[in-house]
């Protein structure tokens, strides 16, 4: 049995567009075809979509820690950091 959705689920999108060395978007963590596919997806698949922005977020903060030498990166922190906590 099918989960009747309610509510739309909301576009991760924070209109920073633009994408890092990976080919994520630096606001919202999403590839180009998450993107271009977004209004074509089922709400599961935005909701996963949006659970792999997560993952793809903390991913990133973890590699812009400090160092062993104490350098500390110096990547922006991402304008939506509430919703990837």
Known sequence: MQQLEFFPVPSPC??????????????????????FGWLNMTP???????????????????????SASGEISTQPVSPQQDLFE
């Open 44 to 66: 599961a698949q935005q909701r996963h979509v949006i659970k792999l922005c997560q993952q793809r977020y903390k991913r990133k903060m973890a590699q812009s820690k400090p």
């Open 14 to 35: 924070v209109g920073i567009c633009s994408m890092d060395a990976k080919g994520y978007c630096q606001g919202c963590m999403r590839k180009r075809e998450e993107r």
